[in-house]
């Protein structure tokens, strides 16, 4: 008997493992308020281990310095919850793993505000062959679809930058 993986179903990881495959490229992850989701929806789709480098959990706020390479000074400036923040882990997460793309997510899933930013807070980076960019998504919902809605949001921003060609 054959399950079909939830995180899989609920976003467009089949698409993204076989783009970067056609393309010959390859996606590491640096996350936060995800802890790995992202990571663990792409390893969902058979043959991801031909695009997945690894993924990087970086919830508490030192490791996104020692772990992903943000800049200590940076977060203490910004915040663990920001678009500079999301653009580090993004390019750190790129370096560290040796991908084609990085893909950096942080945010508050909630359910209390943190920093100042309410539930909902979502920034996704995204560093590819062309420069580094990042979203800011609307995301709303308990803890589980924000995180969810999350993981949708960096699926379909990197595919929207596959789609586009190495640019950025």
């Known amino acids: 008997m054959s399950t079909v993986d939830p995180l899989v179903a609920a976003t467009r990881a089949v698409e993204l493992v076989a783009v970067l495959t056609d393309r010959g490229e390859t996606v590491a992850t ?25 993924g990087l959990v970086v919830y508490a706020t030192d490791l996104k310095a020692t772990l992903a390479g943000v800049d200590a000074r940076q977060l ?14 993004a390019e750190g997460a790129r370096d560290r793993c040796s991908a084609t793309w990085g893909v950096g997510l942080t945010g508050v899933a ?4 943190q920093d100042g930013h309410p539930p909902g807070t979502l920034f996704v980076g995204i560093a590819g062959p062309g420069g580094t960019s990042v979203v800011c998504p609307a ?24 789609s586009i060609g190495p640019a950025l």
Do not use: K, M, N
């Open 30 to 54: 640096a996350e936060s308020l995800t802890a790995g989701l992202l990571s663990a929806t792409v390893a969902g789709v058979p043959g991801a281990s031909a695009v997945l480098r690894g």
């Open 76 to 89: 203490t400036e910004d915040g663990p919850v920001a678009e500079s923040t999301a653009a580090a882990l």
């Open 110 to 113: 909630g359910p209390d505000p």
């Open 139 to 162: 995301v709303a919902g308990d803890r589980w679809q924000i995180r969810l809605g999350a993981v949708e949001a960096a699926v379909s921003g990197l595919l929207a930058h596959l």
